[in-house]
Antibody
Framework: QLQLQESGPGLVKPSETLSLTCTVSGGSISSSSYYWGWIRQPPGKGLEWIGSIYYSGTTYYNPSLKSRVTISVDASKNQFSLKLSSVTAADTAVYYC????????????WGQGTLVTVSS | QTVVTQEPSFSVSPGGTVTLTCGLSSGSVSSSYYPSWYQQTPGQAPRTLIYSTNTRSSGVPDRFSGSILGNKAALTITGAQADDESDYYCVLYMGSGISVFGGGTKLTVL
């Protein structure tokens, strides 16, 4: 059974860079059938797609976040990562990693999510 | 930027049928947007219900169904149960690797 697990600091200071890693187990991140994505949810609000990456390193970003987001993949560790720079309180959210099935473009497996709070 | 629209809230009686919709601020939704639907209860990760307009994800009961109704994607719940009370999100694929979530619908079963 595929599992995804987010990890990283739960507290980040304003103007700094948020960094999270998603570790994939029970399957290979190098599968040609899937992308790997990040989604976030501010407290009490809806879900927002941040971006996705293919195992080859090809990335796709939400245009509204593109200037601050970097997603990378480390196939040797079966992990992919998110960096969000210049964070503000508006970036406080639960961050989820997920697998995105190619061709039919849907998120079929999700991590449990991790809360990141931006505060001094 | 294109906005994906959903009803903010909806209510249904136990045993009743409800249809939630997913539209575009400009234009019509078709199957080429690969609409997918997710259910989320408080404190939990989303659960995948429907993908590619009308394909149920593994383990999803057949009282959940997806379709295109007019110019929107739709999620219909037939025979609503108390534990269907959740937030429901649709996602549309916009091309060029970009996915957009709708704002979500809070469904109350009462």
């Amino acid at each position: 059974q595929l599992q995804l697990q987010e990890s990283g600091p739960g507290l980040v200071k304003p103007s700094e860079t948020l960094s999270l890693t998603c570790t994939v187990s029970g399957g290979s991140i190098s599968s040609s059938s899937y992308y790997w994505g990040w989604i976030r949810q501010p407290p009490g609000k809806g879900l927002e797609w941040i971006g996705s990456i293919y195992y080859s390193g090809t990335t796709y970003y939400n245009p509204s976040l593109k200037s601050r987001v970097t997603i990378s993949v480390d196939a040797s560790k079966n992990q992919f990562s998110l960096k969000l720079s210049s964070v503000t309180a508006a970036d406080t959210a639960v961050y989820y990693c997920a697998r995105l099935a190619r061709i039919v473009d849907y998120f079929d497996y999700w991590g449990q999510g991790t809360l990141v709070t931006v505060s001094s | 930027q294109t906005v994906v629209t959903q009803e903010p809230s909806f209510s249904v009686s136990p045993g009743g049928t409800v249809t939630l919709t997913c539209g575009l601020s400009s234009g019509s939704v078709s199957s080429s947007y690969y609409p997918s639907w997710y259910q989320q209860t408080p404190g939990q990760a989303p659960r995948t219900l429907i993908y590619s307009t009308n394909t149920r994800s593994s383990g999803v009961p057949d009282r959940f169904s997806g379709s295109i109704l007019g110019n929107k994607a739709a999620l219909t719940i037939t025979g609503a149960q108390a534990d269907d009370e959740s937030d429901y999100y649709c996602v549309l694929y916009m091309g060029s690797g970009i996915s957009v979530f709708g704002g979500g619908t809070k469904l109350t079963v009462l």
